[in-house]
């Protein structure tokens, strides 16, 4: 069988999750940046929870996502994910990340068990020559990046792949599934260059990048979906996952 | 109908040192047992890093056994990467030649481009350029095979006036398929005059939507060599006299194989191309199969269960119009090698006389 995680989370240190995101959050011209890179296998293994498993190559996706409002007003995240399976559904596990928006950072957290620093500058501007995406945080770079003329496809060819977010809830560690669903309208592809990346400040410390994919951006709505699935992080998704509402396994 | 066994030749961790040699061992001895049974066809992948999935990168190698093994079982390269940087075309087109002169003339040779990231990125090919590749690489194949010498200036790969030696053993050379998976691609196999090698579980009415497609574009095509009308279909096959035991061990079988198919990363998930605008294999396996106990009984088109179920499944691919149906037998040995035996044995007893004799000469075509 395919190999699992080999980290078995206990609660410590995770955000704490009292009452699950039920609401169905709909942002409409929201842009999506998203980097990809593979990492080399052994550490992506260790850092994965035992519930799931990696991907040949691991990867991970660095997405960078600016709306113009919201809910709790303008705001953009950061977030670095490692690609992972459970059982045989793709999820994108959260390492961490950054926004500029501090009440957004703590309805992320309080829905999702998302756990993301806010700081100084989390941008993604659009510019004559492409895309811009950048994280400043303590005055410190940890993403720079720009994607350069960047060509059309179709929205349609872009894959987004749902969230896997490490939390406590109910006095024990959860990956709470936190899914989205989404409108394209425009898209592009290109490559990237990086003038920072660095994985550490996003919670991998790690993971080192290689071998770096083209770099999508999709502009649409963007929609940010009620929780109904939640999976047991120290058990085979197959035995450990369960519907909101539904008692966890003993 | 045309029935043939698939290998994609997985191999379960933990890999000890005979663990592929074992696994390797077991095909073989089913390869075998299916020309002794009438089997029509064996086919084997070209498959590259795909931990567990498929320890299969080199088929001719795999194949030349088989076909010193057997009497009159075709022999299939399923498929030939027609990627530059994984395959040379001339490579190609030089193996597959000694293939077919080993083989005594049973080599069928299927072209196709990779599904996967894992794959191309791992030969740094570009995902954008493999539809172009291949439609170049699929039309020189037949003139290197066909003419004596051959030059070549092309976007892809070029070549000086040589001779490639030496020339298939079938005349004017062994019949070409493409492997099926994105959409439309049945499409190009009928433009390019090739048949198309199903490797998607369809359902009835897709696969007959895409059949009479096929059908229809083939009659006027641009050949890219002698045309192979013919369409093909991959399915699990697990038969057993006791048909509640055949499902849920056929249901198995599919479980484990969907189960290490999706660990692999498709191009479509990582690399947004046009050129990819299917996963391949894998929602086809996720309607197919499920997490094990989840699913209450196989679906209507999956060839497992007692022999009476799998002649109702076959009829009903039958008249969809396809041509053949590929098995796949086992996924990461999940089924003993003694009841894949057995089931062979018995679906060669009890299914196959309830279709007709396949319309191919079962010895081999003759040499001019």
Redesign the interface.
């Given at each position: 069988?395919?190999?699992f995680g080999g980290y078995k989370p206990t609660t410590a240190g995770l955000t704490v999750v009292k009452e699950l995101g039920q609401d169905r959050i709909d942002i409409e011209n929201a842009q999506t940046l998203t980097f990809?890179f593979?990492v080399l296998s052994e550490p992506a293994i260790a850092r994965l929870p035992a519930a799931l498993?990696?991907?040949?190559?691991p990867?991970c996706s660095l997405v960078v996502r600016a709306c113009e409002d919201g809910p709790y007003g303008p705001f953009t995240t950061a977030e670095l994910r490692l690609h992972a399976?459970a059982?045989?559904?793709?999820v994108g596990y959260v390492l961490g990340g950054f926004t500029d928006n501090d009440r957004v950072a703590a309805w992320l957290a309080n829905a999702y068990g998302d756990e993301l620093k806010v700081a100084e500058t989390v941008s993604l501007k659009r510019r004559h020559y492409g895309f811009e995406a950048k994280v400043i945080t303590d005055g410190h770079a940890v993403l720079d990046a720009v994607v350069d003329n960047p060509g059309f496809?179709?929205g349609?060819?872009?894959?987004h792949?749902q969230n896997s977010v490490l939390a406590a809830f109910d006095g024990a560690p959860v990956l709470i599934a936190e899914e989205f669903e989404y409108q394209i309208k425009e898209?592009r592809?290109g490559f990237p260059h990086y003038h920072a990346l660095d994985v550490a400040a996003f919670g991998a410390p790690t993971l080192a990048p290689s071998?770096h994919?083209?770099t999508?951006w999709v502009a649409g709505t963007w929609s940010y979906m009620p929780v109904r699935f939640l999976m047991d992080p120290t058990k085979p998704a197959?035995a450990g996952t369960r519907k909101v509402g539904q008692p966890a396994a003993v | 109908m045309k029935f043939g066994i698939f290998y994609e030749i997985s191999v379960p961790r933990p890999w000890g040192p005979e663990t592929e040699r074992q696994v390797y061992d077991n095909c073989i001895e089913q390869c075998v047992l299916a020309d002794e049974l009438g089997f029509d066809y064996v086919w084997a992948v070209e498959h590259h890093f795909l931990e567990e999935y498929s320890h299969c990168p080199a088929p001719e190698i795999f194949l030349s056994t088989v076909a010193a093994k057997t009497k009159q079982i075709r022999v299939g390269h399923g498929i030939n990467v027609c990627v530059p940087e994984i395959n040379h075309p001339i490579r190609i087109a030089e193996r597959s030649a000694v293939l077919d002169i080993v083989s005594h003339g049973r080599l069928d040779v299927g072209t196709g481009r990779s599904a996967t990231w894992t794959e191309l990125g791992g030969f740094r090919a570009n995902p954008d350029l493999t539809k172009a590749t291949w439609a170049e690489i699929v039309r020189a194949l037949p003139k290197m095979w066909m003419n004596e010498r051959y030059a070549h200036d092309g976007v892809c790969f070029s070549m000086p006036e040589r001779a490639v030696i030496p020339k298939p053993y079938q005349k004017p050379h062994p019949p070409m398929w493409v492997a099926v998976t994105s959409p439309g691609t049945e499409i190009d196999a009928a433009e390019h005059g090739i048949g198309a090698l199903g490797l998607t579980f369809n359902d009835f009415a897709e696969q007959e939507r895409r059949v009479k497609a096929y059908r229809k574009v083939i009659e006027t095509c641009d050949p890219a060599g002698a045309v192979n009308d013919q369409v093909a279909t991959v399915n699990f096959l697990f038969c057993h006299e006791d048909n509640n035991v055949g499902q849920q061990t056929g249901l198995r079988l599919a479980g484990t194989f969907g189960y290490a198919a999706s660990q692999l990363v498709s191009a479509r998930e990582v690399y947004a191309s046009p050129s990819y605008s299917s996963f391949g294999l894998l929602p086809q396996v996720r309607r197919a199969s499920a997490v094990p106990g989840e699913m209450p009984g196989p679906p209507p088109g999956m060839a497992v269960g007692d022999p009476k179920r799998i002649v109702e499944v076959l009829k009903n691919w039958e008249a969809t119009g396809v041509d053949g149906v590929n098995f796949l037998l086992n996924a990461l040995e999940t089924v003993p090698q003694a009841e894949v035996l057995a089931s062979l044995r018995l679906f060669a007893k009890e299914v196959m006389p309830a279709f007709k004799a396949s319309a191919r000469p079962k010895t081999p075509v003759a040499a001019e």
């Amino acid at each position: 069988m395919p190999i699992f995680g080999g980290y078995k989370p206990t609660t410590a240190g995770l955000t704490v999750v009292k009452e699950l995101g039920q609401d169905r959050i709909d942002i409409e011209n929201a842009q999506t940046l998203t980097f990809t890179f593979e990492v080399l296998s052994e550490p992506a293994i260790a850092r994965l929870p035992a519930a799931l498993h990696p991907p040949f190559p691991p990867y991970c996706s660095l997405v960078v996502r600016a709306c113009e409002d919201g809910p709790y007003g303008p705001f953009t995240t950061a977030e670095l994910r490692l690609h992972a399976r459970a059982t045989n559904h793709y999820v994108g596990y959260v390492l961490g990340g950054f926004t500029d928006n501090d009440r957004v950072a703590a309805w992320l957290a309080n829905a999702y068990g998302d756990e993301l620093k806010v700081a100084e500058t989390v941008s993604l501007k659009r510019r004559h020559y492409g895309f811009e995406a950048k994280v400043i945080t303590d005055g410190h770079a940890v993403l720079d990046a720009v994607v350069d003329n960047p060509g059309f496809i179709a929205g349609v060819d872009v894959l987004h792949v749902q969230n896997s977010v490490l939390a406590a809830f109910d006095g024990a560690p959860v990956l709470i599934a936190e899914e989205f669903e989404y409108q394209i309208k425009e898209a592009r592809r290109g490559f990237p260059h990086y003038h920072a990346l660095d994985v550490a400040a996003f919670g991998a410390p790690t993971l080192a990048p290689s071998n770096h994919l083209p770099t999508t951006w999709v502009a649409g709505t963007w929609s940010y979906m009620p929780v109904r699935f939640l999976m047991d992080p120290t058990k085979p998704a197959a035995a450990g996952t369960r519907k909101v509402g539904q008692p966890a396994a003993v | 109908m045309k029935f043939g066994i698939f290998y994609e030749i997985s191999v379960p961790r933990p890999w000890g040192p005979e663990t592929e040699r074992q696994v390797y061992d077991n095909c073989i001895e089913q390869c075998v047992l299916a020309d002794e049974l009438g089997f029509d066809y064996v086919w084997a992948v070209e498959h590259h890093f795909l931990e567990e999935y498929s320890h299969c990168p080199a088929p001719e190698i795999f194949l030349s056994t088989v076909a010193a093994k057997t009497k009159q079982i075709r022999v299939g390269h399923g498929i030939n990467v027609c990627v530059p940087e994984i395959n040379h075309p001339i490579r190609i087109a030089e193996r597959s030649a000694v293939l077919d002169i080993v083989s005594h003339g049973r080599l069928d040779v299927g072209t196709g481009r990779s599904a996967t990231w894992t794959e191309l990125g791992g030969f740094r090919a570009n995902p954008d350029l493999t539809k172009a590749t291949w439609a170049e690489i699929v039309r020189a194949l037949p003139k290197m095979w066909m003419n004596e010498r051959y030059a070549h200036d092309g976007v892809c790969f070029s070549m000086p006036e040589r001779a490639v030696i030496p020339k298939p053993y079938q005349k004017p050379h062994p019949p070409m398929w493409v492997a099926v998976t994105s959409p439309g691609t049945e499409i190009d196999a009928a433009e390019h005059g090739i048949g198309a090698l199903g490797l998607t579980f369809n359902d009835f009415a897709e696969q007959e939507r895409r059949v009479k497609a096929y059908r229809k574009v083939i009659e006027t095509c641009d050949p890219a060599g002698a045309v192979n009308d013919q369409v093909a279909t991959v399915n699990f096959l697990f038969c057993h006299e006791d048909n509640n035991v055949g499902q849920q061990t056929g249901l198995r079988l599919a479980g484990t194989f969907g189960y290490a198919a999706s660990q692999l990363v498709s191009a479509r998930e990582v690399y947004a191309s046009p050129s990819y605008s299917s996963f391949g294999l894998l929602p086809q396996v996720r309607r197919a199969s499920a997490v094990p106990g989840e699913m209450p009984g196989p679906p209507p088109g999956m060839a497992v269960g007692d022999p009476k179920r799998i002649v109702e499944v076959l009829k009903n691919w039958e008249a969809t119009g396809v041509d053949g149906v590929n098995f796949l037998l086992n996924a990461l040995e999940t089924v003993p090698q003694a009841e894949v035996l057995a089931s062979l044995r018995l679906f060669a007893k009890e299914v196959m006389p309830a279709f007709k004799a396949s319309a191919r000469p079962k010895t081999p075509v003759a040499a001019e």
